[in-house]
Every structure is written in structure tokens, then in C-alpha cells.
């Protein structure tokens, strides 16, 4: 069945299995009506944060974070985040934390395997993660770092090449 827009009838004809004109007439458009891989919502971390720096050589908090409430229990979140880093003497290892637990678990160099980045100057990185929180609760995702020595710096680097360039965001997908 096809779609049809009218300047004065308006929708007359719905396609059946995607969403119903029942769903349409209740003003309700549940689970069951959305296909798989329908994007419900995007939120992204809005705060303006200041440049984290460290010396830690395990996980801490870089104050980067996003907190995202799934309209459905069985929603994948697919978690996008970039950064710009830079560490003094050596690595720079990123963590994803959900609700101040480790993503990648026992993973010694959190989600950048084992070197993640080397760099002597600010560079970026970027990684997708795609969560299955099984919830309808507030769910808080976190970015962590640590160097393997010397000082870390973590976003907000004001050059021209990476002005303001670290950014998390979360999506919910149907599924």
C-alpha cells in the first residue's frame, strides 16, 4: 500500500507493518511498529568541559560523558565518540565505561587494544561501541583514560587542526 500526502485530506493511505493509521489515530507508535534498526534517539554530551590532563596510569574519569534513557528494554545503544589526546612521554589508552563499569571488562589497554595511541603531539581517535543495556533506565556512558607514563592530556586540544574535537554521543536503535 502506498503513501499518499494530500494538501487537504492529508495522509490517506498507510503502509501496513511499518506503522498502522491505528497507531497513527492513537498517537501511539509502539515497538512492534518500528522496523529493526530504526533510530529513536540521539544524545550527545552538550556540556562545555575543560582539557582533563593526568599522570595516572590507570582509568580515570575524563569528565567526557553521555547519559541516554532507552525508550525500549531490548534497544541496542550504539556509543560514537572521538577525542584528541596527547601524552608527554608515551600511550594515551581510552576506556568506554557504562555506569562507572569498565565496557571491555579485564582488556588491560581498554577498547584501543594494546598500544591504542602513541603520540608525541595531539592527535585524534575515534571508536563506535555498540551496548545492549536492557533497560528503560538512565544509562551513563563515560570516557576513561590513563598514559603509560609522563602526562596525559585529553580534549578541548585549541589548535587550529583540533578545535574543541572531543565529542561522545549515544543512539538508540530499534531492535
Known amino acids: 500500500m502506498a503513501l499518499e500526502l494530500n494538501g487537504t485530506t492529508g495522509v ?3 503502509q501496513d507493518g511499518i506503522i498502522t493509521a491505528a497507531d497513527l489515530a492513537s498517537g501511539a507508535i509502539t515497538s ?3 522496523p529493526a534498526g530504526s533510530v529513536l534517539q540521539v544524545v550527545n554530551d552538550t556540556t562545555p568541559r575543560v582539557r582533563h590532563s593526568s599522570t595516572s596510569t590507570v582509568f580515570i574519569d ?7 534513557t532507552p525508550k525500549f528494554a531490548n534497544s541496542k545503544i550504539l556509543i560514537n565518540f572521538t577525542a584528541t589526546a ?3 612521554a608515551n600511550y594515551v589508552y581510552v576506556d568506554l565505561y557504562k555506569n562507572g563499569v569498565s565496557l571491555t571488562g579485564s582488556v588491560t589497554n581498554g577498547i584501543c587494544g594494546p598500544t591504542c595511541l602513541s603520540v608525541a603531539y595531539w592527535d ?3 571508536a ?3 551496548d545492549s543495556p536492557n533497560t528503560t533506565s538512565a544509562v551513563t556512558y563515560n570516557l576513561y583514560a590513563r598514559t603509560s607514563s609522563g602526562t596525559l592530556y585529553f580534549g578541548l586540544e585549541t589548535s587550529v587542526v583540533f578545535p574543541n574535537s572531543t565529542y561522545i554521543s ?3 536503535i530499534a531492535q
Open 12 to 14: 490517506s493511505l498507510v
Open 128 to 130: 563506535f561501541y555498540e
Open 170 to 172: 549515544a543512539t538508540e
Open 124 to 126: 585524534s581517535l575515534a
Open 32 to 34: 512492534s511498529a518500528l
Open 62 to 68: 575524563t569528565g567526557f560523558s553521555v547519559t541516554i
Open 86 to 88: 596527547y601524552s608527554s
